[in-house]
Every structure is written in C-alpha cells, then in structure tokens.
C-alpha cells in the first residue's frame, strides 16, 4: 500500500516544480546521450579492429618473372615456416576479380590498361602472435620480392581505437559528474521546497528512509527516463550512421545494427540507475548537512 | 508516561519559556494545561515531543529520556504519540483521508486496516463527508477535525493537542474538547493545552495545570 503512496508523493515532486525537473531531464538525457554514442563508437570500433585482426593475413609477392609453375615449390616451402596456417595462390585472373569487386563502378578505369596488370601473389593466413617471426622467415626466401601485410592498418585501427577508449573514459567522467551535479541540486531543491512537508512527517515519527524515498525515487526515475530517451536519440542516430556508411565504405567492418542496439541498451540504463542512485543519496548528503 | 523533573528552557535568543516545571502523568489521566498567551503551553508540549530539548532539569516521555542524543528512539517514540499542532501541520495539496493515511504508514498498523482506521476516525470527528477533499479548501474547524483524526487514528499512548479550540466558537470548541477527551482510557493519556478556562471547568474527572510565565501550578489535582 506504501508503494502507492511513495509513487504518488514522486509525482507530487515532478508537479511541485516542473521546470527544474524538466530541465534536468533535458540536460541528462542529452548528457547520457553523449554517453550513449561514445559507448557505441567504443563497441564498434572495439568490434572492427576484432574482425580486422581475425583476417590477419599477408600477401607475398614473388621476384618478377618467377613463372606460375614454379610458385607450387615456393608454397610448399612457406606451408612449413612455424606459425603459417594457410597458404592459397591467387592467380591473375582472381586478382583482378578481386579488384573488380573492390572498385565497383569505378572498375571502369582498368578497361585503361592493356591486360591484366596485376601479377600473381601466394595468400597466407597466419598465427597473430607470430607475425614477426613468420614475416622475417618469408622474406628470407629466395625467391620472395617483397611482403605486403595490414600491420599499418592494423596499428592505425588499434590506435584508434585507444583514442577512442580514452576518450570514453574522458567523456564517461564528464557525464557522471555533470548528471551528479544536477541530480544533486534537483534533489536538494525538492527537499528545499518540502521542508515543512518534510518536518511533519519527522514529528510523527517517520523513519528516514520513509522520507527520502520520494526524494531519491524522484532522481532515480527522472535518470532512468533521461536514459531512455538517451537511448532512443542514440538508436536513431546509430541507424543513421549506418545508412551514411554503408553505400561509401561498404568493406567495414562494422558490427551487427541490432546488437549494437542491445548492448547499448542495458549499458545506458544501467549508468542511468548507478548515476541516479548516486546523485539522489548525495542531495539527500547535502540537504541533511545544511539541517 | 511522562515524567518531568526541575524542566527548564530557555530559548536561544534568551527566552525563557519554562523554569521549575515539575510533572508526573500516568497512563489514563485527562490533563487540561491552560495559561495566557506566551506563557510556555507549546513549549511545554514541544519538549514532549522532542522539537525543542530541555536547558535543564530532566524528562522522559513514553520511557525515552529525551535528550538530543537519543534521536533514534525518540523518532521511534513519537510513534506512539498522537500529536495535534497548534497551527495543524496538515500536508497540502493531500487530501483529509491523505493525511490521516499518513499517520499510520509508519506506526506499525497492519497495511490491511490503515484504511479501516483512517475512515473510523474520520468519521468519529464527523468528517465522513470530507473524506476526500483537499485540505486547503476545508474549513479552520475541519482541517483542526482533520489533524485530530490524523492523531487519534493511529491510536496512540499519549494524545498532545496544543490549542485544539483556538479559533472555534464556544460550541464547537466544547464539541472538540469532549471529543478528544473520549479518546482517554486506561491505555491513552489525553493532555491538552488551552487558553479558555472558562470550556473547561466543568470536566470533573480531568486534572488543570496552570502555566504562567513559564512556570507551573497544580489548578486541580488529579480526581479519576
Ligand atoms: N523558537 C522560539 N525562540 C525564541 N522564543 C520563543 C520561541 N518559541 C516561543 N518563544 C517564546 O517563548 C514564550 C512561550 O511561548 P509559547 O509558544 O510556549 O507560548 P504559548 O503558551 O503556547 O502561547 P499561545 O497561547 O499564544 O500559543 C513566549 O515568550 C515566546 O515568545
Ligand atoms: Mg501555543
């Protein structure tokens, strides 16, 4: 029966004062949503370097003039260097499929040359945490130019994506401090604007819990809703990525859309509640001292 | 119930409000504490209730001994008290039953009969019309009837109502007093402050307590 009761008294609160309890729930839902969308950008780039990295593989191109026969004896002889898990030949043909898919329309400029101007090269699948070692080894063989592998890319993704972690944990302390400061101050109003309310009840003899639940019930579900909304802002946006990104880099890639969104969802929520929580009991810590 | 010794207190500014109150109330009496204005009443009950404390002399109300360092037993005393403020204390923007709801949330009345004993009280202060309209827009004598019923539905061991016919006319003060005196019994101790001596002379079985200046006299001894 007291459930009744504490939810009509939070609602009291909301109507009490209106226009604070609107703009805090304007400034967390929009502080939350820059949560939300730096958390996004967080899994997905979490998520492009993974995939990246499980397609970890070099390309060997052979000395010029090395006939396609002879490539058999060289795969073989790569097959056996520690830490090779797959090798494959890709002939002209292939390569230049392959760079008929990558180009698209823009395929159109290889009708340019006369031919086919790409040469063969041998496709190798390895152990990540042997690159090294099987990269000096494959140079080491005779009849190898040069090795082509996506170290560059890689270290460029994986330092992006610690940009990206710093920046979240930079953007995560400003949201909790920001959503802190405005719960605290909304809180502290609400029990400002009810002292007489609040003193009644303290004479009757009401546990204090009895009387700061309104309080924090008010900071709690005002950070849950912002959170939700935050969320919903952030799926939009997530999806209007998607769409911007998915006709001109067709290649990344990027996870799942739909699990993209249930991961956000309970990490939103989730930081709404513990900011809630935390912000509610700290303005009840404050208009107590000032008793 | 409540036992007071030597009870002094001077307000910060340097009023004193009560010196040399001595007071011995047990379970079941009707006390009647009457005085000109200013003379100490509410500060009397205030330090009943533990909202003031006393600057000297010592007191226990409902075995709590009320000091500023017991806060957590007396919170939990004040339970069993069925206060009626001078000036109310009603929550606005609730409703009669609202209020007198909120009394028993806490007390430790079952869930079940909250709303039971809320309605009875109600109806015994002759509210049972009432029941649902806002404070604010009720009468000075209905919203006193509605801080009485918040009081006494709780059924609590000791009544404190401070000035509970200020404000009334003649008739309807003397229906306010015979009302709460009906709630003493052997369990509940009734006591009220009032300056109108003349509503209160002929209740035979009550005790008087005179406040003047803060300080007290035995008007007529306890008769039970
Ligand atoms: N909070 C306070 N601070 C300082 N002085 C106070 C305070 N409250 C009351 N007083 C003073 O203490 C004295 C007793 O006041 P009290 O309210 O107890 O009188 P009372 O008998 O209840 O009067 P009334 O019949 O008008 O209600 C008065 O002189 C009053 O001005
Ligand atoms: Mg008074």
Redesign the pocket.
């Known amino acids: 029966m007291n459930g009744g009761y504490f939810l009509k008294e939070t609602w009291k609160l909301f109507r009490r004062n209106p226009v604070s309890n609107l703009a805090a729930l304007a400034g967390t839902s929009l502080v939350l949503l820059l949560f939300a969308l730096v958390a996004a950008g967080w899994m997905a780039s979490g998520e492009v370097v993974k995939a990246i990295q499980r397609e970890a593989e070099v390309n060997v191109y052979m000395v010029e003039g090395l006939e396609e026969s002879a490539y058999g004896r060289e795969m073989e002889a790569m097959a056996s260097i520690e830490g090779v898990e797959e090798v494959r030949l890709v002939d002209r043909e292939e390569a230049y499929g392959r760079m008929v898919a990558i180009l698209g329309e823009d395929a159109k400029v290889l009708e340019f040359f006369e031919g086919n101007p790409f040469s063969a090269f041998v496709e190798i699948r390895l152990d990540l945490e042997k690159t090294g070692d099987v990269l000096s080894n494959l140079e080491a063989l005779p009849q190898v130019d040069h090795v082509r592998d996506n170290r560059e890319v890689l270290d460029l993704l994986s330092q992006g994506s610690r940009l990206v972690d710093v920046l979240s944990w930079l953007v995560l302390l400003g949201v909790g401090v920001t959503t802190l400061v405005i719960l605290t101050h909304l809180v502290r109003q609400g029990i400002d604007l009810h002292r007489y309310e609040i003193h009644t009840l303290e004479l009757l003899g009401a546990p204090r819990t009895f009387v700061a639940l309104p309080y924090v019930m008010e900071g709690v579900l005002l950070m849950l809703l912002g959170g939700l909304m935050a969320w919903g802002m952030a799926v939009l946006a997530v999806d209007e990525f998607y769409r911007q990104v998915a006709g001109p880099l067709p290649f990344l890639p990027l996870p799942d859309r739909m699990w993209l969104r249930g991961s956000l969802f309970p990490l939103v929520l989730g930081a709404s509640l513990v900011l809630g929580v935390a912000g509610s009991f700290f303005g009840l810590a404050g208009a107590r001292r000032d008793d | 119930m409540i036992r007071a010794e030597g009870l002094e207190l001077t307000?910060?500014?340097g009023?004193r409000?009560l010196e040399e109150i001595g007071l011995v109330l047990e379970p079941g009496e009707l006390v009647y504490i009457t005085?000109p204005?200013?003379?100490?009443?509410?500060?009397?009950l205030k330090l009943l209730m533990g909202m003031e404390f006393a600057t000297g002399g010592s007191l226990e109300v409902l075995g709590e001994r009320m000091r500023r360092g017991n806060s957590g037993r007396i919170r939990k005393m004040r339970r069993q008290l069925g206060p009626v403020f001078?000036e109310f204390r009603l929550i606005p923007g609730s409703t009669a039953m609202e209020n007198v709801l909120l009394g028993l949330r806490f007390d430790g009345t079952p869930h079940g009969k909250m709303k039971e004993y809320a309605e009875e009280a109600l109806l015994r202060v002759g509210l049972s019309q009432k029941l649902h309209a806002k404070v604010e827009r009720l009468s000075w004598g209905e919203r006193q009837r509605v801080a009485i019923a918040r009081a006494v539905a709780r059924k609590p061991r000791l009544i404190l109502a401070d000035?509970p016919t200020g404000n009334l006319d003649r008739e309807n003060a003397l229906l306010i007093l015979e009302l709460l005196a009906s709630f003493r019994n052997p369990e509940t101790t009734v006591l009220i402050?009032t300056?109108a001596t003349h509503l209160i002379e002929g209740q035979e079985t009550a005790s008087i307590l005179h406040?003047d200046g803060g300080r007290m006299r035995l008007e007529r001894p306890v008769s039970l």
């Open positions: 307000y910060k500014d009023t409000a005085g204005s200013g003379s100490g009443k509410t500060s009397l001078q000035e402050t300056h406040l």
